[in-house]
Structures are given as structure tokens and as C-alpha cells.
């Protein structure tokens, strides 16, 4: 049974959620990566680390992040750098506009909000380089709030388990925003977010072959049933 039989059976539909969230965040409990931005809420190092890691490895961030974060402590003290510097603090990362939407964020921020972030999605959204994506990060990992956190890794878990199609445009659906909502207002958003991220990253991999012998949601995926179908047959 997938989705399209879920919708029309809401009990089943709510069961299968939280056997998603039970199993995932009991694997996030055992498996977690560690990663210094995953070691504080504050919402200007999140907001950081979600600028470097756009299209970047994690393990190519954490050093240079650690260093930036050290010198440049907060928003102001990136307006008061320059842009040029900021530019050169950054580009060992590559993606040369990163930086100069990081600098413009910052005066924005500065100048509407004193360096502070609003913790407001839409105020969140009118800053430059800032999407749904990020927005979601910073109110779920810095506020521990029910944002679904929605990006080609997590929506690519969700399409497997549950049957859905998945294509480029799967971020932006509400039927996968709808289900990881719905997965976060069951608890723990912070741990659950990070939990999936990581599963996605390390248990249901891209490609042909992940690692369904040793995934939890084996019992309830719909891309391992239909996997095992293709084998029997």
C-alpha cells in the first residue's frame, strides 16, 4: 500500500507517518554525523552553514566554516569586513555569488534588524539568497520549530517509502511538503530533520542501490516492495 492508497485510508495514512518518525529518529539516535553547526541553535551560525554547504560537501565546509565563524562572529562584523574580503574568505568553496549574497544578507540584516534574524518565514524570505529551503533550516534547527525541511535528499526518503514519483521539481510539491510536515509535527523537528538528512546521506542513497538489507523502513517502503517483486519475478 502507497500513497495513493493512503490518502483515501487516513488511519493507515497516520500509522505509516509515525512509524517513519519512530524508526527514523531511533536510527538519527545511533547514526548521527557530527558537525560543529550541528552543535548550537544559534540562528546566524545555521544561516552560515546553510550558505556554505549550498552544493558543497560537508566535510569540505567544516574547517573553513569553524575558521569563518571564529573571525566573523556575527552580521556586523561581516558588513564592517567588506565584501572583498568576505569573498576571499570564501572562495576555496567555489560558487563565487555565494559571497556576495552572504555580504547583502548581511547588510539587510543589519540594517532592518540590527543583526539579528527575524524569526518570521516570510521576513526570513525577503533576504537575499534566502529560499524556503534555508528558511525551513534556520526555524527548525535554530528554533526547534515544525518546519518540513525539504531538499533532494529527503524528498527522495519520502518518494521510496511512500510511492511517490520523484523529479526535479519534488521540492517545491505539496504533496511531499504536506508529508513531512506531517512528520515533524509528531515531535522532536530538530532531531527528526537531521535524523532524515543523514538517512538519506547514508542509508537511502542515489542511484540504483541503496541499502535496503539494513534499512528500518524496509517493512513499509514502497520502492524495497516493489524491488522485491521485480526479484521474484
Avoid at 567544516?62 to 569563518?68: A, Q, S
Avoid at 549574497?101 to 540594517?111: G, H, I, N, P
Avoid at 527522495?156 to 520523484?166: A, L, S, W, Y
Wanted: hydrophobic content about 35%; some cysteine; overall charge positive.
Amino acid at each position: 500500500m502507497c500513497y495513493e492508497q493512503y490518502i483515501h485510508d487516513e488511519k493507515t495514512y497516520r500509522n505509516i507517518v509515525r512509524r517513519v518518525w519512530t524508526e527514523i529518529l531511533e536510527w538519527g539516535r545511533k547514526n548521527m554525523r557530527i558537525y560543529p553547526w550541528r552543535s548550537t541553535q544559534d540562528a546566524y551560525k545555521l544561516i552560515i552553514a546553510e550558505i556554505m554547504l549550498h552544493r558543497t560537501k560537508a566535510d569540505q565546509v567544516k574547517d573553513l566554516y569553524e575558521l569563518f565563524i571564529k573571525k566573523y562572529p556575527d552580521f556586523k562584523s561581516i558588513v564592517k569586513a567588506g565584501p572583498e574580503n568576505i569573498k576571499s574568505e570564501l572562495h576555496s568553496l567555489g560558487l563565487p555569488w555565494r559571497s556576495d549574497l552572504l555580504y547583502r544578507m548581511a547588510e539587510e540584516v543589519v540594517k532592518k534588524y540590527d543583526g539579528t534574524l527575524p524569526l518570521n518565514r516570510m521576513k526570513l524570505m525577503e533576504l537575499p539568497g534566502v529560499g524556503h529551503y534555508i528558511a525551513s533550516a534556520v526555524l527548525c534547527f535554530g528554533y526547534n520549530l515544525p518546519e518540513p525541511v525539504l531538499d533532494t535528499n529527503t524528498v527522495r526518503v519520502i518518494g521510496r517509502v511512500f510511492g511517490i514519483k520523484i523529479t526535479d521539481s519534488s521540492r517545491r510539491s505539496k504533496k511531499f511538503e504536506k508529508i513531512v510536515s506531517d512528520l515533524v509535527t509528531c515531535g522532536e523537528p530538530r532531531s527528526f530533520s537531521l535524523s532524515l538528512i543523514d538517512f538519506a546521506a547514508m542509508i537511502c542513497i542515489p542511484g540504483n542501490n541503496p541499502e535496503c538489507e539494513i534499512c528500518p523502513l524496509r517493512g513499509i517502503c514502497c520502492f524495497y516492495g516493489k524491488r522485491g517483486d521485480m526479484n521474484e519475478g
